[in-house]
T-cell receptor, first 109, second 114 residues
């Protein structure tokens, strides 16, 4: 079993749609959680940290369920510029970041 | 600009050669990393240094040797390059004091071994 699992997609959605990505992780001792965004041929960029209470940043909402070892990212009112690969990232208790394979989002006009 | 920078951006070389990639950060971070992203897009940690001390050393061939002259720089030297070394290599940095390990990445070095 992979340490961090994501559906690679691609998710093809129209502009304005709401889309949700899910991620599961295997190490119950994991300490912190993130969503990164990676555009084609670019570096990963931190989108948001994920907190147990859930957190929102504009059109983006992240949730964490420690009991189910599950993380989600919700994007509302999708824009063309949201097209990218979204990486679920877990900070293992070893101090390493473990990256999922990424979920590709393509927002169409 | 405050950032993580890497040189070169592109590197094309032949099998058997030795090459180096350089990384610098001016974010005031104390921890730096090298990652490899292969053609399947998985991003995997290779090495990490905290204040010039090696703290993470994944199962990487010993042809790969990192060097950190100071906490703002982390270089990667690769000996006897092989076809399978072709990938994008990302440098990253973080501040260990924050506890949550948010990392910031450089633009990547696209290595092609022919």
């Amino acid at each position: 079993r992979k340490e961090v699992e994501q559906d690679p997609g691609p998710f093809n959605v129209p502009e304005g749609a709401t889309v949700a990505f899910n991620c599961t992780y295997s190490n119950s001792a994991s300490q912190s959680f993130f969503w990164y965004r990676q555009d084609c041929r670019k570096e990963p960029k931190l989108l948001m940290s994920v907190y147990s209470s859930g957190n929102e940043d504009g059109r983006f909402t992240a949730q964490l369920n420690r009991a189910s070892q599950y993380i989600s990212l919700l994007i509302r009112d999708s824009k063309l510029s949201d097209s990218a690969t979204y990486l679920c990232v877990v900070n293992a208790n070893t101090g390493k970041l473990i990256f999922g394979q990424g979920t590709t989002l393509q927002v169409k006009p | 600009d405050t950032a993580v920078s890497q040189t070169p951006k592109y590197l094309v070389t032949q099998m058997g050669n030795d090459k180096s990639i350089k990384c610098e950060q001016n974010l005031g971070h104390d921890t730096m990393y090298w990652y490899k992203q292969d053609s399947k897009k998985f991003l995997k940690i290779m090495f990490s240094y905290n204040n010039k001390e090696l703290i993470i050393n994944e199962t990487v061939p010993n042809r790969f040797s990192p060097k950190s002259p100071d906490k703002a720089h982390l270089n990667l030297h690769i000996n006897s390059l092989e076809l399978g070394d072709s990938a994008v290599y990302f440098c990253a940095s973080s501040h260990s004091g924050t506890g949550n390990n948010e990392q910031y990445f450089g633009p990547g070095t696209r290595l092609t071994v022919t």
